[in-house]
C-alpha cells in the first residue's frame, strides 16, 4: 500500500465544471502539497497546508489531519488548467512521499 | 514567492560522459536541497538530500559515485551525472527548503530533462 493515495488517477472535465481531486495519506504529518506538473514537466507548488483551507484564485485545497484526508478543487476548470495534479507529504524522515498523480484534461 | 531555477532545462549527451546539472535558490538561502528523478508516468523518486557544506544522504538504491552531489553554497547545488547510460535518461527535479532538514518547505525547480543517447 502506497502511503499516498489519490484519485481519480485520470479526469476529464469539461470547461467551466468543478472538479475535485482527493488525497489519502497514512502517516503522519505537519503539512501536505499539492503540486501542479504540466506536460514538458515543470513543477509547480500550489499549496502547502497543514490544516483548514487556502486558496488562490479559481484553486481551493482542504486537509482534514484527523480523517489523513486532502482535497484539491478547482472552480470554472479551464483547459489552461490540464495538468498532472501530485500530492506530496513529507515525513518525520525527511522523506518526501508523493501520490501517482492525477491526469486532468479540460475540454473547451 | 521563492524562486528556485535548473540549467539546463534539456540536454542531450552521449553515453560514456558527465553531465552537470545547476539548482540554485533565487531569492533565499537554500539550507537543504532535494534531488529528484521521475520515471515517465511515474510518481518523483528521492534521490537525496543535501545540506549546505555536508555530504549528500543518498536513497536507498541510488548509486553515491554515480550521482554526485554538491552543495556548496546556501544558492546552489550541483547534480553531476557520471558516465551517463541510456537507463540515466530521466527528468531530474531538484527542490530547496529555506529551513534546515525541513521537508515541509520546499520550492521545486523546473526540472531538467536528461537524454543520454
Known amino acids: 500500500k502506497n502511503e499516498v493515495e489519490q484519485s481519480p488517477q485520470n479526469l476529464t472535465a469539461q470547461e467551466g465544471e468543478f472538479i475535485t481531486i482527493n488525497c489519502s495519506y497514512s502517516?503522519?504529518?505537519?503539512?501536505l502539497h499539492w503540486l501542479q506538473q504540466h506536460p514538458g514537466g515543470g513543477i509547480v507548488s500550489l499549496f502547502m497546508l497543514s490544516s483548514g483551507k487556502k486558496k488562490h484564485g479559481r484553486l481551493i485545497a482542504t486537509i482534514n489531519i484527523q480523517e489523513k484526508h486532502s482535497s484539491l478543487h478547482i472552480t470554472a476548470s479551464h483547459p489552461r488548467d490540464s495538468a498532472v495534479y501530485i500530492c506530496a507529504v513529507p515525513n518525520t524522515g525527511n522523506q518526501f512521499y508523493f501520490g501517482t498523480g492525477t491526469s486532468l484534461t479540460v475540454i473547451p | 514567492g521563492a524562486v528556485v531555477s535548473q540549467h539546463p532545462s534539456r540536454v542531450i549527451c552521449k553515453s560514456g560522459t558527465s553531465v552537470k546539472i545547476e539548482c540554485r535558490s533565487l531569492?533565499?538561502?537554500?539550507?537543504?536541497m532535494f534531488w529528484y528523478r521521475q520515471f515517465p508516468k511515474k510518481s518523483l523518486m528521492l534521490m537525496a538530500t543535501s545540506n549546505e557544506g555536508s555530504k549528500a544522504t543518498y536513497e536507498q538504491g541510488v548509486e553515491k559515485d554515480k550521482f554526485l552531489i554538491n552543495h556548496a553554497s546556501l544558492t546552489l547545488s550541483t547534480l553531476t551525472v557520471t558516465s551517463a547510460h541510456p537507463e540515466d535518461s530521466s527528468f531530474y527535479i531538484c527542490?530547496?527548503?529555506?529551513?534546515?532538514?525541513?521537508?515541509?518547505?520546499?520550492?521545486f525547480g523546473p526540472g531538467t530533462r536528461l537524454t543520454v543517447l
Open positions: 527542490s530547496a527548503s529555506p529551513l534546515a532538514g525541513d521537508a515541509d518547505t520546499q520550492y
Open positions: 531569492d533565499f538561502q537554500a539550507t537543504t
Open positions: 502517516v503522519g504529518i505537519s503539512a
